[in-house]
């Protein structure tokens, strides 16, 4: 079956450096997304990664480790704006259906 | 290019009421699907459409809900009768062709009460 972990709620302070961690347990996943969505916004695409290892961009960086089931997401030089939820999500092999984990909210402290 | 949209943003209906959920994607896109996520759970997919055609309507929760998309441009979603645990938001996303660029709308908030 498909299930996908991520920790409720996150904080941290402006200017730090955080990393949100989803894992998951599942067959027949192509790679993973993650998303960021504010309050009553639409979820908006952060990266993928489909092949192990890190992929930056910009101060945003996502890591996956498909052996291990396993995925981060690295936010540097954290600005109040990246208050919101990250989503992370896995899509089907065989439909590209999206299987989403809860979110998590990660609260930026000045 | 316009992203995709959804109509209407907010709705409150009565329990047993019927309440019609539309979304038109990117123009162009074959691929339109639609998620729901219900207070403090995670996302989960309903369906998805290629043009016309149902692909995959596994995540339909019951035969209360049905979605349309006729002409393989924009799509409905319709629940009827509602009823209270069909509170959520509903999202709407799109992609052209094997694209895996999904594109979200802003979703549509349902309460029903």
Known sequence: ?110 | EAGVTQFPSHSVIEKGQTVTLRCDPISGHDNLYWYRRVMGKEIKFLLHFVKESKQDESGMPNNRFLAERTGGTYSTLKVQPAELEDSGVYFCASSQGDDLGYTFGSGTRLTVV
């Open chain 1, 1 to 110: 079956g498909q299930n996908i972990d991520q920790p409720t709620e996150m904080t941290a302070t402006e200017g730090a450096i955080v990393q949100i961690n989803c894992t998951y347990q599942t067959s027949g996943f192509n790679g993973l997304f993650w998303y960021q969505q504010h309050a009553g916004e639409a979820p908006t695409f952060l990266s993928y990664n489909v092949l192990d290892g890190l992929e930056e961009k910009g101060r945003f960086s996502s890591f996956l480790s498909r052996s291990k089931g396993y995925s981060y997401l690295l936010l540097k030089e954290l600005q109040m704006k990246d208050s919101a939820s990250y989503l992370c999500a896995g899509i089907m092999d065989s439909n590209y259906q999206l299987i989403w984990g809860a979110g998590t909210k990660l609260i930026i402290k000045p």
